[in-house]
């Protein structure tokens, strides 16, 4: 038996080269594995205060309308005992605006025209304004955290 040596190179896979790529291969799995974690948590708060934030919103809107529904039978009464449309404006106005809390820093601003009904069955109030109102004040702003591209 004669034993003869390869001119050409040869590729050697040595057992260290295969458990280094399986511990690298092993780091990016624990490594995806943790930002898919952070990330999902991150993701939950934020659903949560979305919801929170639509909840709260939901509620002044409900109180809004209840309001409304206060305003339109008061309006009602007032116009069953108005002799005329002066009287009826003289007693209830011509706009009403009313402010309902969202949160600290929001609140629901509705602002109604009072209407004089012509014949029965037309509307006390036409509703102009229904806007989210934030109050900035309160607000720290970071100015290093602000991007400005021209």
């Known amino acids: ?7 050409g190179p040869e590729f050697h896979v040595n057992v260290g080269s295969s458990s280094i790529l ?11 594995a943790t930002l898919s974690i ?28 209840e309001d409304i529904a206060s305003i339109d039978s008061t309006l009602a009464a007032v116009y069953a005992n108005s ?4 009287e009826y ?16 820093l929001q609140t629901l601003s509705v602002t109604l025209e009072i ?5 029965e069955g037309d509307p006390f109030y036409r509703i102009t304004s229904w806007q989210v109102l934030t109050d900035s004040s309160d607000v720290e702003e970071d100015e290093g955290s ?3 591209i021209h």
Do not use: W
């Open 38 to 65: 952070v990330s999902a948590n991150a993701d939950a708060k934020l659903s949560r205060r979305v919801v929170e934030r639509t909840t709260a919103y939901y509620q002044a809107c409900n109180q809004a309308q």
């Open 115 to 119: 209407l004089y009904p012509q014949q």
């Open 1 to 7: 038996m004669s034993f003869q040596k390869k001119n």
């Open 146 to 148: 602000l991007l400005l």
């Open 89 to 104: 404006f003289m007693a209830v106005g011509h706009k009403k605006n009313y402010i309902v809390s969202i949160s600290a």
């Open 22 to 32: 399986l511990i690298f291969v092993i780091l990016c799995l624990i490594s995806f």
């Open 83 to 86: 002799f005329d449309e002066e």
